[in-house]
């Protein structure tokens, strides 16, 4: 595959201005979860322009469509998210800076849509050379519950697919390279919302008040020191849970009668997701019942852990070091951060690996979901032509293999 390589390489490289083109008008024009309308209808139009066939209104604003080689094999999918997050953004000196104010795609889905437009025209123009078919996914509400994946999969975009692919910026690493893991990769998630109802009063009169302060401070405390001893004697499974949002509407000298928490809980098994639930719900009846209050907990379900397929991600790793060189191929580590992505790879294999978006040298090191984030737009040809490599690639190896 030397010959098609170097002529997807050749292809991305004649791309640089358009790609660049098309995510500054994505990062200009960001929409919120479930609301892209403009961006779904901005990607038919480039997909129009290349004669590319889709279709849209999947779960509200999804785009899906399928590219087929010359020869019958299996499908292949590539997918990009297209949402974006409620921040308002930094970079004043940028001529694309959002034109919604307080709207930002500090996630990168610009790059990801942008990436996996270029990775079509690319594989469209040299579809004669594909042992397959290429079905591309455009995908809405990545950041917001119960995510997109899991409507588009209600909604049969993965309906006779062998595996799944999706790409997502990294800005810790350098633009020109990519990251890769096989098996556990990124975390389940799930909210926590802990209420306790006691008898609020005077704070100088404790005898005629149950301050709900005193047990949800304990479930708090017995929560997080429970799993932190099972995460020492059980260090296979990564696990962590987290409070960051406390509220008493009481004052110095006030007891209310209720307390709230929130928090998050993640995870990397879904057998031990579901026994970890029980054990949060034990510990609250247990403390109602110590403290003579009422202690609720209610679990809002996120994404499942993400997964990545050995064999598949074994062969876009290949493919990815065969197309930047060994040494811009990096082994990523575990994240406990959570990826709607994981809907797929709970249902076929699947590859979601890293692209490098960073630049130190040009200042351009924020994370994502901040306000200042950026990327080194080298990192689009890269990412697109790495992409339609990787999706000829994997087919290459599957049909082989069948």
């Not at 010359?70 to 308002?88: E, F, K, T």
């Not at 197309?323 to 992505?341: C, P």
């Not at 737009?377 to 032509?385: F, K, M, Y």
Request: overall charge negative; glycine content about 10%.
């Amino acid at each position: 595959m030397i010959g098609l390589q170097q002529a997807i390489k050749n292809r991305a490289e004649e791309l640089k201005a358009a790609l660049s083109d098309i995510r500054h008008h994505l990062h200009k024009n960001p929409e919120l979860s479930f609301k892209e309308f403009n961006t779904s209808e901005y990607i038919c139009s480039v997909l129009r322009a290349h004669g590319i066939s889709y279709r849209n209104g999947i779960a509200g604003t999804g785009v899906i469509g399928e590219i087929k080689g010359s020869v019958d094999g299996p499908i292949v999918a590539l997918r990009a998210d297209m949402d974006a997050l409620p921040i308002l953004e930094n970079n004043q000196d940028k001529n694309y800076r959002s034109l919604n104010e307080g709207v930002m795609h500090a996630c990168g889905h610009d790059v990801h849509m942008t990436c996996l437009l270029g990775a079509l025209i690319i594989l469209n123009e040299m579809k004669n050379q594909l042992k397959g078919t290429i079905r591309f996914i455009f995908q809405p509400g990545e950041e917001l519950l119960p995510g997109g994946a899991s409507l588009m999969i209600r909604e049969g975009v993965l309906e006779g697919v062998s595996c799944i692919i999706g790409q997502h910026v990294q800005p810790s690493m350098e633009s020109g390279t990519a990251g890769f893991r096989e098996g556990m990769y990124m975390a389940s998630t799930d909210e926590l919302r802990v209420k306790v109802t006691g008898h609020g009063g005077h704070a100088a009169m404790p005898s005629d008040y149950n301050n709900p302060l005193i047990p949800l401070s304990r479930y708090i405390l017995e929560a997080t020191e429970m799993f932190m001893n099972r995460q020492a004697s059980h260090g296979d499974i990564p696990t962590v849970i987290a409070f960051g949002k406390l509220e008493a509407a009481g004052a110095t000298n006030v007891i209310p009668d209720v307390a709230q928490a929130e928090g998050t809980f993640r995870t990397m098994n879904e057998t031990w997701r579901e026994q970890a639930h029980q054990m949060l719900q034990k510990l609250a009846e247990r403390i109602s019942h110590e403290t003579n209050t009422s202690c609720e907990i209610e679990i809002s379900r996120g994404y499942p852990f993400l997964v990545n397929d050995p064999g598949i991600t074994s062969a876009a790793r290949d493919a990815a070091e065969s197309y930047l060189g060994s040494s811009h191929v990096a082994e990523l580590a575990l994240r406990m951060t959570a990826e709607d992505f994981a809907w797929y790879t709970q249902k076929i294999p699947g590859c979601f690996y890293r692209l490098g978006t960073g630049n130190k040298e040009k200042g351009i090191i924020a994370g994502v979901h901040t306000p200042d984030f950026d990327v080194d737009e080298r990192s689009l040809h890269t990412g697109a032509g790495m992409m339609a490599y990787i999706g000829c690639s994997v087919l290459s190896s599957i049909s082989t293999k069948n």
